[in-house]
């Protein structure tokens, strides 16, 4: 089946600083999409992308779909302490009822004060 | 409007024992999905319905059970309860294939 990579499987920055996370498959996807789960919770939808080359913004993050449709980039700027937490890359290679999304293994951000 | 709301929170089950975890969505999303969470290891699909009355397997059913009796539910039945099944459970939902999933807060499950 399809796999998503993200590596490595925990990044510490600097608050402050600004941090970029890959998203790579062997596979091609036609949807990409990156979640946040906060220690206790269920991960949160941050970005959707559904074309290839798309650039999406929301807030501090930026996610990009990738030209080849093999890989996803997000980044944050400026981290802050609450941005603490695991990213998921998730994708979906097709549409329609039995259409399920993979995903990554996640990458655990810490931030430092 | 709830989204997607996972009972009970958390719970300790003895070995054999059973349970149902309880999963409900008020947005009238078609499609519901039951992940297991372990450290390091991301979301593994248990089960997935795409509406009431159809349930299908994920990567790793087995010692698990589902039913999709109405929209709003997708509760997720453990019968023999294993050391292995000490996991975090989420429940998610969507609308339909095109979207991406709204997950609950999930339940913390330890068997011992």
């Known amino acids: 089946g399809q796999q998503l990579n993200q590596s490595p499987q925990s990044m510490f920055i600097q608050e402050g600083e600004d941090v970029s996370m890959n998203c790579t498959s062997s596979?091609?996807?036609?949807?990409w999409l990156w979640y946040k789960q906060e220690p206790g919770e269920g991960p949160v939808l941050l970005i959707a992308?559904?074309?290839?080359?798309e650039l999406t913004s929301n807030g501090r993050l930026t996610a990009q779909f990738g030209i080849t449709r093999k890989d996803s980039f997000l980044n944050i700027s400026a981290s802050i302490p609450s941005d603490v937490g695991i990213y998921f890359c998730?994708?979906?290679?097709?549409?329609?009822?039995?259409?399920?999304?993979?995903f990554g293994k996640g990458i655990t951000l810490s931030v430092r004060p | 409007n709830a989204g997607v709301t996972q009972t009970p929170k958390f719970r300790i089950l003895k070995i054999g024992q059973s349970m149902t975890l309880q999963c409900t969505q008020d947005?009238?999303?078609?499609?519901m999905y039951w992940y297991r969470q372990d450290p390091g290891m991301g979301l593994k699909l248990i089960y997935y319905?795409?509406?009431?009355?159809?349930?299908d397997k994920g990567e790793v059913p087995n010692g698990y059970n589902v039913s999709r009796s109405t929209t709003e539910d997708f509760p997720l039945r453990l019968e023999l309860a294993a050391p292995s099944q000490t996991s975090v459970y989420f429940c998610?939902?969507?609308?339909?294939?095109?979207?991406?999933?709204?997950f609950g807060s999930g339940t913390r499950l330890t068997v011992v």
């Open positions: 998610a939902s969507t609308l339909d294939g095109n979207y991406g999933y709204t």
């Open positions: 319905s795409v509406g009431a009355g159809i349930t």
């Open positions: 947005m009238n999303h078609n499609y």
């Open positions: 998730a994708g979906r290679t097709s549409t329609g009822a039995n259409s399920k999304l993979t």
């Open positions: 992308l559904y074309k290839a080359g």
């Open positions: 596979s091609i996807f036609n949807t």
